[in-house]
């Protein structure tokens, strides 16, 4: 089938380059010129694990094939993917504003039958906005459907979501377009689900803000577990092993960041206003959240008192391990806290470094993890990376100034901390003193 995805973000890269690898003929489309010409050199401006080489594999093959020019992009397509981004306006609403341009372009050179579908994050009825755009501007006889398609990519491991998906939401209002998406989907073997367009808009948005709930709600109780001496692991393990809750996103730490759990939360809550109802639930969802990030500082505090003038090391930059993406970053807030504090601060990440270093160009980075804790008076793990479960403890301890580590992801043994001699606190096991 001829495709055309209309932005060539992580989303849309992906989900034109998997298009193409299930072999159908692929045109990714971009406003920026210099990432076009670096696609068409074979380099993805960012990291996820596989994509650069399936990019690469595609184009070779002439699947794959990127232009700027939404005109041309869309020419042969008989379905286009909408999948430029919906960031946050200051309210916490969603920006529709790149939705709304590129639908306008679109409807401006449809040249026959389409399905336009939403593949962007999306409030309910945005696919209403876009069919009235299309409307507007299509040439009279054109005709056109409208779908929601929604994306369940976790960066990191997009490739694998989109190629293995737990399911695949179909948004339609017609057969036609309902049809032409089942074929399209049809050689992942994937359990299907078809919807009306509001409905697949609302899945999206409420399986983003229950995952979030499900973080926030496991970081209360890990909190709850630190007054009352319980341990947050071994609970978590006993109600995840219910079924009906389920194992996965009940890790407690420094709360969720990156470019999706906080901006599709506060849409939700603001869509949800909008329509006439005051998502309580999810506005204590993201307090919890913050908060996370504070009581963090707050442990720092009780080892050290007045953080002004201590040195403090980060141990992850990106707002997850295996991605350089740094957005909404747990570490983000923690420099502003620290910085308020007057602490000195060092940084370190496996991959992150050039991308924070855009948005604090003066902090004190290190690429090697030991050279931040010489002197140190407290190391805090902020990202999951896998290396910082196996540094050499003893090696840090005679390092650093003040033997104490927050570990804001519970990736070290408490066990293993006390026999080492650390001060340690984690998130909902005590704190060792
Ligand atoms: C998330 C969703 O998982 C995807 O299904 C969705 O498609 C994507 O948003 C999107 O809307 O585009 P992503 O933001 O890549 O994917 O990352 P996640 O792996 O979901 O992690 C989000 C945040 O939650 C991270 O900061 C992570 O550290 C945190 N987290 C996750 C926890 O604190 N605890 C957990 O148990 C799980």
Redesign the pocket.
């Known amino acids: 089938m001829n495709i055309s995805i209309i932005g060539s973000g992580h989303?849309g890269l992906v989900t034109g380059a998997c298009f193409a690898e299930l072999g159908n003929k692929v045109v990714c489309v971009d406003n920026d010129e210099k990432k076009i010409r670096s696609l068409k050199r074979g380099k993805v401006p960012f990291y996820e694990p596989g994509l650069e080489e399936l990019v690469r594999a595609n184009y070779e093959q002439g699947r794959l094939s990127f232009t700027t020019s939404i005109r041309e992009g869309i020419r042969d397509a008989e379905v286009v993917f909408i999948c430029v981004g919906t960031p946050s306006l200051p309210s916490g609403e969603a920006d529709l504003s790149a939705i709304e341009k590129v639908s306008r372009e679109i409807g401006k050179n449809l040249n026959g039958y389409k399905v336009i579908v939403e593949k962007s994050?999306v409030p309910v009825k945005t696919g209403e906005r876009v069919e009235k755009i299309l409307k507007g501007t299509a040439k009279e006889g054109i005709n056109f459907d409208v779908a929601s398609n929604p994306?369940?990519?976790?960066?990191?491991s997009a490739i694998k979501?989109f190629m293995h998906p737990d399911r695949v939401i179909i948004g339609v209002n017609s057969r036609k377009a309902s049809s032409i998406l089942l074929e399209l989907y049809e050689p992942l073997n994937a359990p299907i689900l078809i919807t009306d367009i509001k409905s697949a808009e609302l899945i999206?948005h409420a399986?983003?803000a229950f995952?979030a709930l499900?973080?926030s709600f496991?970081n209360a109780v890990a909190n709850i577990c630190d007054l009352a001496g319980a341990d947050i692991k071994k609970v978590a393990k006993g109600i995840g092993l219910d079924k009906r809750i389920g194992e996965?996103?009940?890790?407690?730490?420094?709360?969720?960041?990156?470019?999706?759990?906080p901006k599709?939360v506060s849409a939700f809550i603001h869509i949800a206003k909008e329509l006439g109802y005051t998502f309580h639930l999810l506005e204590e969802v993201e307090k919890i959240n913050r908060g996370q990030r504070v009581r963090v500082i707050e442990d720092l505090e009780s080892f050290l008192g007045n953080l002004e003038g201590k040195t403090i090391g980060l141990l992850g930059l990106s707002?997850?391990p295996f991605t350089d993406d740094i957005r909404e970053s747990?570490a983000i807030d923690l420099v502003n806290l620290l910085r308020e504090r007057k602490a000195i601060i060092r940084a370190h990440d496996p991959v992150a470094i050039p991308n924070f270093s855009r948005i604090f160009p003066n902090l004190s980075y290190f690429e090697d993890p030991y050279k931040i804790a010489e002197g140190a008076h407290a190391l805090v793990i902020v990202t999951?990376w896998p290396e910082y479960r196996y540094l050499n403890l003893k090696k840090l301890k005679n390092l650093m100034a003040y033997p104490l580590i927050v570990d804001g992801r519970n990736l070290l043994d408490p066990q293993r901390m006390k026999e080492t001699g650390f001060y340690y606190s984690s998130i909902g096991r005590g704190k060792i003193r």
């Open positions: 989303v994050t994306e369940f990519l976790r960066e990191g979501d999206k399986s983003n995952l499900k973080i496991i996965s996103f009940l890790n407690a730490g420094i709360g969720y960041g990156g470019s999706c759990f599709d707002f997850k747990p999951d």
